[in-house]
């Protein structure tokens, strides 16, 4: 009787262990959200880790978790650093791709505990967007961990989905004004510069160019604030303006203003 017991626990561990094999090494945790704004304005938001201590789901597990970032402020090459509790463990990410107003990916590595991608595709719905958050998670070649990737999806979900209610409440607090195609750069006014254009100012501004009438700037000021909010600028001082062109030899349509916003 013990060695027919023995023989069937032996095949029932045998069997568990062949199954754990056979499930997928790959465990993938997937939400969506409506967000009532522009993709270009969640796109911006999402493209760069400046504000994503904002809507990250895990931010309240560690309030002291030291984060740093590294490489360009947004975009292919922007980096996050983490270090913090044994809630949110340490790590890395790192923007790997991202096609403007659609879709970010970027690569996780959380060390010993594995690696990850991650990926946020925008799909705009009218006037509002669509925002899909996957992760796609390397459980190893381990059966055991096969097997846990079954309960990835009701472990993590939650927290994706309220990381994309986060974002939602983040981005629907900005302008509701579509940025597609608006450029500002930073720039690095000197004393010289700052007689020119305001009066004395020197320091780090924002800086976008208004081509046309100056009665449709104010429609510039709005995508400027939009922008900005979008991309994690404080404003430090007032906007400030210089006019490059006569308005009295230059037609309407090609008057250039340039604005600045001092940042920090």
Request: proline letters at 6%; glycine letters at 10%; aromatic letters at 8%.
């Amino acid at each position: 009787m013990f060695k027919k017991i023995l023989a069937v626990l032996v095949v029932v561990v045998v069997l568990i262990a062949v199954i754990g094999f056979i499930l997928p090494r790959h465990a993938v945790v997937k939400r969506s959200v409506i967000i009532d704004r522009p993709a270009s304005l969640v796109y911006a938001t999402v493209n760069s880790f400046v504000l994503f201590p904002k809507w990250s789901p895990w931010q309240d597990l560690d309030p002291n978790m030291h984060q740093t970032t590294e490489g360009p402020r947004d975009g292919v090459g922007a980096k996050l650093v983490w270090k913090g509790n044994g809630k949110v463990g340490s790590g890395t990410q790192l923007i790997t791709a991202s096609t403007p107003n659609q879709s970010v990916a970027s690569d996780l590595d959380f060390g010993d505990m594995g690696s990850a991608k991650s990926l946020v595709t925008l799909t705009p719905e009218g006037g509002k967007t669509q925002a899909t958050w996957a992760v796609d998670m390397d459980m190893s070649a381990n059966p055991i961990g096969h097997y846990m990737g079954l309960a990835m999806d009701s472990m993590m979900g939650k927290d994706f989905a309220s990381g994309l209610g986060k974002l939602k409440v983040l981005v629907e607090s900005m302008p509701n004004v579509e940025i597609a195609g608006f450029s500002a750069e930073p720039v690095q006014l000197t004393a010289a510069d700052g007689v020119r254009v305001a009066q004395g100012y020197a320091g780090k501004a924002l800086k976008t160019t208004h081509v046309g009438a100056y009665e449709k700037m104010p429609q510039t000021h709005e995508k400027l604030r939009a922008y900005m909010a979008a991309h994690g600028y404080t404003q430090m001082g007032p906007v400030f303006s210089w006019y490059v062109d006569d308005p009295g030899t230059t037609a309407a349509e090609k008057l250039r203003t340039e604005i600045y916003v001092p940042i920090d």
